[in-house]
């Protein structure tokens, strides 16, 4: 992650991927405000991702915290886009992103895109990965 937010405990990048879908504030995983926050999940080895789903916050907050989203793939030196949302979210929004049948790599990230000069707070409750070897 580009950033830790700190709520008594830290918001880290495993809440995204502990198979809580039903996330409560303490369990999410959360950026600080900042310019471009980002999370990124290693998948442990190459993979040919098919489908991103996010999971928003489901407990609260204002409508928009998931906006210009981008979820790129990667490996060591190569990068591929696999899709992007325009947002914005509410509480309880999921949203499934397909990646083109090519796209392979060990790495997702999710970014926002902050507007310039604007720094915004990346929160997900659960970041779901789905593809093959």
Known sequence: MSSVFVNGIPL??????DNDTECKFNTIAATRHQMNPWIQIDLGLSAYVLQVLIHARQDCCEPGRLH???????DVGHQQECGFYPGPTNA????????????????VTLMI??????????QVCEIQIYGHR
């Not at 880290?12 to 991927?17: L, N, P």
């Not at 210009?68 to 990667?74: P, Q, R």
């Not at 309880?92 to 790495?107: A, E, N, P």
């Open 12 to 17: 880290v990048s495993e809440f995204a991927v």
């Open 92 to 107: 309880h929004d999921r949203i499934l992103v397909f990646c083109k049948q090519s796209t392979r790599g060990r790495y």
């Open 113 to 122: 895109h902050s507007r310039p000069g604007a720094c915004d707070l990346l």
């Open 68 to 74: 210009n989203v981008s979820i790129t793939v990667a």
